[in-house]
Every structure is written in structure tokens, then in C-alpha cells.
T-cell receptor
């Protein structure tokens, strides 16, 4: 079983749609959960992070973590064509290790 | 806005040659990282660097790899004898802290694409 699994997509939605992106993981030591956005030929850019379980909202973006199910989600409301990118989940543990374990990324295309 | 800069943007080399990838982290950041992304695959951690020494490295970061902070601004990744499978995008990243408040707030550069022939 892969440590972090993420549906690669591509996911195509119309402008204004609500987008749901998800990752599952197997390592119960993971405590910090992040979502990065990566535009083509660019480096990953941090969107949101959460610690342990719960929800976090930032503008049109909401991150959810369910540690009991080892499942994390990113919701994008009122999606825009500029949201078209690859979305990477990433996580690490609470043991002092700083290395992030990334998912493979989901490619999102928002159609105008 | 401060950013991490990487050079070169693309390097083509012959198998067995040495390659040095360069990075200028954000100036007040203390932690530095190299990640790589083979085409079509996930971003993978290579090494982290703090206080002029390696703080953590992955299994990928074997004896062929080394990192250095030769001066107050540059952070380099050297691959001593490149192999075909080293072809990838190499990302440098830096962070100000690594505490509970912002454990994953890494700022990535745009990457250096390495092609080994």
C-alpha cells in the first residue's frame, strides 16, 4: 500500500462548480497535512495546512482532515479557470522529521 | 515578494558527469531542502539542511549526492556521477521555522530540470 494515495485525475469542472480533492494515507504517525498547488513548470505553492483532525477555511478553500479514516480533503468553492493546476497533498509526522510525503497530485481543469 | 531562485532552469548532461544545481533561498530562512520530481511521478524528499549540516535525508540521497552552503546565500546540490534515472525536476525549498505553527510552510523554487543522456 502506498503511503499517500491521490487520484491523479484529470478532473474537469465548469467554472463556479464546487471541487472536492482527496487523499488517503496509511501512516498513522502523520499529524500535519498540507495542500499545495502546482502550476505547469512551476514549484509547489502552499495553499493550506492543518494540524491533526478538523476543518480549516480560507476564502474559497476548505481543508478537512479525518484521522480516524486517514482521509483528507480540499474543497474549492466557486472554482475559477485560474484554479486550473495540479493539487498536491502532503503530510508529515510529529516526530521532528521535516520531510514531507507528497501525494501524486490531482490535475484540475476549470472550464470557463 | 521574496522568492527562492534556482539555476540553471534546465541542464542537459552526459551520464557519469558531475552536476551542480544552485539555489538562493529566501534570505531570513533557516531551513533548506531539496526535493525532486521525476516526470509523471510524485514530489520526493531528498535532504534537509539546517545550521550548516544535514538534518535529515532520504534513501534516495546516497553517496552520489551532496549539499553545501558555500556562502551566506547559496545552497547547492551536487550529483557526482549522474545516472539516467537522475533525470528529474529538482526543487529547492526553504522555510523560516519548522515549529508546530507552520510545520509545512515551505517555499519552493521553480525547479531545475536535469536531463541525463
Amino acid at each position: 500500500q502506498k503511503e499517500v494515495e491521490q487520484d491523479p485525475g484529470p478532473l474537469s469542472v465548469p467554472e463556479g462548480a464546487i471541487v472536492s480533492l482527496n487523499c488517503t494515507y496509511s501512516n498513522s504517525a502523520f499529524q500535519y497535512f498540507m495542500w499545495y498547488r502546482q502550476y505547469s513548470r512551476k514549484g509547489p505553492e502552499l495553499l493550506m495546512y492543518t494540524y491533526s483532525s478538523g476543518n480549516k477555511e480560507d476564502g474559497r478553500f476548505t481543508a478537512q482532515v479525518d484521522k480516524s479514516s486517514k482521509y483528507i480533503s480540499l474543497f474549492i468553492r466557486d472554482s475559477q479557470p485560474s484554479d486550473s493546476a495540479t493539487y498536491l497533498c502532503a503530510m508529515n509526522g510529529d516526530t521532528g522529521r521535516r520531510a514531507l510525503t507528497f501525494g501524486s497530485g490531482t490535475r484540475l481543469q476549470v472550464q470557463p | 515578494e521574496p522568492e527562492v531562485t534556482q539555476t540553471p532552469s534546465h541542464q542537459v548532461t552526459q551520464m557519469g558527469q558531475e552536476v551542480i544545481l544552485r539555489c538562493v533561498p529566501i534570505s531570513n530562512h533557516l531551513y533548506f531542502y531539496w526535493y525532486r520530481q521525476i516526470l509523471g511521478q510524485k514530489v520526493e524528499f531528498l535532504v534537509s539542511f539546517y545550521n550548516n549540516e544535514i538534518s535529515e535525508k532520504s534513501e534516495i540521497f546516497d553517496d552520489q549526492f551532496s549539499v553545501e552552503r558555500p556562502d551566506g546565500s547559496n545552497f547547492t546540490l551536487k550529483i557526482r556521477s549522474t545516472k539516467l534515472e537522475d533525470s528529474a525536476m529538482y526543487f529547492c525549498a526553504s522555510s523560516e521555522t519548522m515549529d508546530r505553527e507552520s510545520p509545512g510552510e515551505l517555499f519552493f523554487g521553480e525547479g531545475s530540470r536535469l536531463t541525463v543522456l
